[in-house]
């Protein structure tokens, strides 16, 4: 049997495969949920925490192969220490440790050459040739790229909220909504920050696409999308393949992503809310 995670930076999502017959899995889940994973930003013994909690319900090993995906995996010494880690917990004498957006470009390219993007709270993409990603033009994060994200529609909507430059009706109502979200407090969210600045500014997209049909806030979204088609997707051969779109904000954009994409001249191969059952189709 082999043991497939797909982590974010909240949720782990952890699957055996091929472990119906085996009898280290009886008694044991063949799907557990943990707290998720970013292997540069967290410490150690955060990560490893996550590891043995993992294993705590998962059947007994040995496993076949560990394949772990997750945020954070900038360097090979990373690389290498999880792998180790993973196989001491689980009995296995391979562990494969990848990326985020390989999981993303597996997801939706499967064996064949793709464009696979990440439309969360981030935004990132690449171009795969079936095996490994060819090309990457970097996400930058949310200050300095991320266009079509979350925390990008987020922040752009708040940095017009702070200056008076929302629509009086939409503003009212934002109000009514955050109350108490005033000068001092939106600063210290974005520059010292308890939690995530990205996820904060993120959470206010479900209040601005519900406003959506309003041409202030239709001219904010497409131009934020718009922007990731010509500073990102542009710079890959969208000519030749076709485009994945991977995450549940990519998969609520559908409808006003499409049309925008169409209109760019770049084909769309499918949009995926998750991409850990097309993994476990990738590795089955």
């Known amino acids: 049997m082999k043991l497939l995670c797909e982590s974010g930076a909240t949720k782990g999502d952890w699957r055996v495969i091929g472990a119906g017959a085996a009898p280290s ?30 294993a705590g319900k998962l059947p007994e090993g040995p496993y076949e192969a560990v394949h772990f995906y997750t945020a954070g995996v900038i360097t090979d010494d990373i690389r290498e220490w999880l ?18 957006l390989v999981a993303a470009a597996r997801a939706a390219c499967g064996h064949e050459g793709g464009i696979a993007v990440i439309l969360g709270t981030g935004s990132n993409s690449c171009q795969y040739d079936g095996e490994r990603i060819v090309k990457h033009v970097k996400s930058g994060g949310f200050i300095l790229g991320d266009d079509g994200s979350a925390s990008v529609i987020g922040k752009l909507f708040i940095s017009d909220y702070i200056k008076g430059l929302v629509p009086a009706e939409i503003a009212s109502e934002f109000d009514t909504q955050f109350p108490g979200l005033d000068y001092p407090t939106v ?7 308890v939690g995530s ?61 499409t049309p925008l994409l169409e209109k760019s001249g770049i084909r769309i191969r499918a949009y995926i809310p998750s991409p850990i059952e097309e993994l476990l189709r990738y590795h089955a």
């Not at 792998?83 to 985020?100: I, R, S, W, Y």
């Not at 600063?187 to 920050?193: D, F, I, L």
Request: aromatic residues 10%; proline residues 5%.
């Open 83 to 100: 792998e180790e880690a993973l196989k001491e917990a689980f009995k296995t004498p391979q562990a494969e440790v990848q990326t985020d």
């Open 197 to 257: 600045p990205s996820g904060w500014l993120g959470s206010f997209c479900p209040f601005i696409l519900s406003h959506y049909s309003h041409p202030y806030i239709k001219a904010l979204v497409d131009g934020s999308l718009q922007a990731f088609i010509d500073r990102c997707l542009k710079q890959y051969d969208t000519d030749r393949y076709p485009v994945g779109i991977i995450g549940g904000f990519g998969n609520a954009l559908k409808e006003i992503l």
């Open 25 to 54: 899995a009886q008694g044991r889940a063949l799907r557990v949920l943990t707290g998720g994973t970013n292997v540069s930003a967290m410490s150690k013994e955060a990560v490893l925490s996550v590891i043995r909690e993992a």
């Open 187 to 193: 600063v210290t969210n974005v520059y010292h920050p």
